[in-house]
Structures are given as C-alpha cells and as structure tokens.
C-alpha cells in the first residue's frame, strides 16, 4: 500500500517556465513533508520541507504547498533551469516522536528543455 | 565537511549469498538511516539507528539486518540473497529528531547491488 504516490512518472518542461510535481498521501499522521531531488549516481539532496501548520514554504526559486483536506502537496520550480533536470521525490513523515521514518514517494523524473 | 560515504559504491552478488555494506555518517551525527531504492517503488525505509540501538523498522524480512557501532558507522547485512533484492541501498544520517524538530537527513550516494 502506497501512503505517498507521485503519479506522474515524468514530466518535461520549457527553459524558464513554471514547474510543479504533485504528491498525493494516505495517512493522516503524516505531519511533515520534504522534497528530495536526485541526480543519477549521486544520493537524493534534500531540497524543501513543509510542517503540517504551514499551508506554504518557500525557499528562491522553490514553494511547497500543502492542501491537508486534501492530502496533496506540490512542488513549484519557477523559473526552471535546466540543472534542475532530475528525480525529484516527495517524503512524509508520520507522527513519531524521535525517529526518522521517512515514507517517500516513487518519484518523478523532470527534464527542463533549453 | 565530509559527506556520508558508502562502500562498496557496486556489488555483484549471486543468489543465497550474504552480502554486508557499509556507512560513515556525518561526523556528528548519530541517527542513520537505511532505504532500498528499486524502479517503480521509490526509496523504502528499510531501518534507523540511534546510538547503537534501531529504532524503527520498515517492512523488510529479517533477512535484511543491521547495526550501528560506538562511532555511529553503520552496517547493512542482506542474508540468503534473493534476485529481488538487486537495487541501490541508500544510507543518510542526521542529527537526532526532538519532538516537534525535524533535521535534514543527508544521504550518501548509495550501493548498487546486483544479484544474479
């Protein structure tokens, strides 16, 4: 049973425009959210989090959304660049106290076009 | 600062062999973690140590096991390989969680295991 689902396997995108990658989940526990991206042969990096008692972050050229009814955050990269070209994962994050048990999601593959 | 670091970075295996990797975390912190990567499953939590002790478990057979030493190094240990345990095992460390504080984890750029 998935809890974090990215449904969209990839996505490609224009040099410059907007990019946003969605992220469903199941469990409401899950109070804290995070972005990873990842670049082939490396690790993912972390890129942005959210905690539930925030509905928006942002950080440059990176929001995160969350819609708690709706269970479902979204990540937008505006501009996109082409070295943002990667897999980009969501992860939650349920309520434990004092360990990390992150749930991430299949990822999404983003390719911006120059 | 030195990143997290994993070894071997590629392993090939066969089927019913044993296979054990390695971590380095951060200098400093203490709390490591585990994932299996694998196509069209994302990253799963396979295990977390704290100061030598797990302390949560994903859903994986008992064949997957570790630990953690005094100097916060980890150790993954698959027994009894199987075919479907081919994939890229992720490390990442952080600093320990408080309530309510959520520290970045680091991962290190994995190992690539193949089980033929």
């Known amino acids: 049973d998935q809890q974090v689902k990215q449904n969209s396997p990839s996505l490609s995108v224009q040099e410059g425009r907007i990019s946003i990658l969605n992220c469903d989940y199941t469990?409401?526990?899950?109070?804290?959210f995070l972005w990873y991206k990842k670049y082939p042969a490396e690790g993912p990096t972390f890129l942005i989090s959210?905690?539930?008692?925030?509905d928006k972050n942002e950080d440059g050229r990176f929001t995160v959304f969350l819609n708690k009814s709706a269970k479902h955050l979204s990540l937008h990269i505006v501009p996109s660049q082409p070295g943002d070209s990667a897999v980009y994962f969501c992860a939650a994050s349920p309520t434990t106290s004092g360990t990390y048990k992150y749930i991430f999601g299949t990822g999404t593959r983003l390719k911006v076009l120059a | 600062k030195a990143g997290v670091t994993q070894t071997p970075r590629y392993l090939i295996k066969t089927r019913g062999q044993q296979v054990t990797l390695s971590c380095s975390p951060i200098?400093?912190?203490?709390?490591v973690s585990w994932y299996q990567q694998t196509p069209g499953q994302g990253l799963q939590f396979l295990f977390e140590?704290?100061?030598?002790?797990?302390?949560n478990k994903g859903n994986f057979p008992g064949r997957f096991s570790g630990r953690q030493f005094s100097n916060s190094r980890s150790e993954m240990n698959v027994s009894t390989l199987e075919l479907g345990d081919s994939a890229l095992y992720l490390c990442?460390?952080?600093?320990?969680?408080?309530?309510?504080?959520?520290?970045?984890?680091?991962f290190g750029p994995g190992t690539r295991l193949t089980v033929l």
């Open positions: 140590y704290f100061s030598e002790t797990q302390r």
């Open positions: 959210i905690s539930s008692i925030k």
């Open positions: 990442a460390s952080s600093l320990p969680q408080d309530r309510g504080v959520y520290n970045e984890q680091f």
């Open positions: 200098s400093g912190h203490r709390s």
């Open positions: 469990n409401s526990m899950f109070d804290y």
